[in-house]
């Protein structure tokens, strides 16, 4: 890719090692002999720089993700996400401010790799690591770019919530 062509090539192997190290630490697949009739499905890299604020590169970040478009209609589930009402957010906002309260937000890096994948998926490895012969990626959890990616951890989630004893505010809420 373009990305890897430039000047910057050695951050970005790093960044590449650094995501493989964090999907394999995280457990999201294991390496199994490829199922017979089974076409792997291939990934591709996505490469980004983070900035600070003043726009000076602090980061090279390169995440490994599914061809969830190449995903044949058995392989997933439900990719349904509900979203929150923006006048929901709102109403948390203004009781949290009324109330004196402190709000949070937090980023938890990898939060699509946390969730149990719910069917059988196969792929190859990242590019320019390579597996034996009649090997692939058998997905553990789920992974960034596949169609359920997003169902998937808001299942987590709400029974993460519901554990905790958080309470549902409905549809409309």
């Excluded at 061809?67 to 589930?77: A, F, K, L, V």
Aim: a negative charge; glycine letters at 8%.
């Amino acid at each position: 890719s373009e990305t890897r062509a430039s000047h910057s090539v050695e951050e970005w192997k790093r960044a590449e090692e650094i995501e493989i190290k964090t999907l394999w630490g995280l457990g999201t697949w294991e390496i199994v002999s490829t199922p017979k009739s089974c076409v792997p499905l291939p990934g591709t890299w996505s490469y980004r720089v983070k900035r600070d604020s003043d726009g000076n590169v602090s980061k090279y970040k390169a995440r490994w993700c599914a061809r969830g478009d190449m995903q044949m209609s058995w392989e997933y589930g439900n990719t349904y996400l509900p979203t929150s009402r923006f006048a929901a957010v709102r109403t948390i906002i203004a009781t949290a401010a009324q109330e004196g309260m402190d709000l949070f937000h937090w980023d938890i890096q990898g939060v699509f790799c946390t969730s149990d994948v719910d069917t059988e998926i196969y792929m190859q490895p990242p590019t320019g690591y390579a597996l034996p012969d009649g090997q692939c990626l058998k997905l553990k959890k789920s992974l960034y770019g596949l169609l359920q990616s997003s169902a998937l951890f808001y299942e987590n989630l709400e029974r993460w919530m519901l554990d905790y004893c958080f309470t549902p505010i409905g549809p409309d809420g």
